[in-house]
């Protein structure tokens, strides 16, 4: 079993930074991919960036430029850093782990969400 835990949300004004990071625990050598999604008040979950085990990376079109995943595998931990906010990021964002289900006995493992507010 997979844990997650966020931290480093908060309010910020547009224009500034934050840096979200997720530790994970438990069974960690069955994480694969891990990644970010964010979720607005009535809108779909979308995917905002991935890193895989291998080191490539992927971002929502939204946040390319803006944002940079990063994850120390040794530490079993994933960062977001997020420049020049806007309002539109407004979200609660959510870690998230692809397992290895065969070795972990699920696919994939969420956190508990860290809100991101971004003022005008």
């Known amino acids: 079993q997979v844990r997650l835990v966020e931290s480093g949300g908060g309010l910020v004004q547009a224009g500034g930074s934050l840096r979200l990071s997720c530790a994970a625990s438990?069974?960690?050598?069955?994480?694969?991919?891990m990644g970010w999604h964010r979720q607005a008040p009535g809108k779909e979950r979308e995917l905002v960036a991935v890193?895989?085990?291998?080191?490539?990376?992927r971002y929502a079109n939204s946040v390319k430029g803006r944002f940079t995943i990063s994850r120390h595998n040794a530490k079993n931990m994933t960062w977001l850093q997020m420049n020049s906010l806007k309002p539109d990021d407004t979200a609660v964002y959510y870690c998230?782990?692809?397992?290895?289900?065969?070795?972990?006995?699920?696919?994939?493992?969420w956190g508990q969400g860290t809100q991101v507010t971004v003022s005008s």
């Open positions: 998230n782990v692809r397992l290895v289900q065969a070795m972990c006995g699920s696919s994939e493992s």
């Open positions: 438990g069974d960690i050598l069955c994480i694969s991919d």
């Open positions: 890193a895989t085990l291998g080191g490539t990376t």
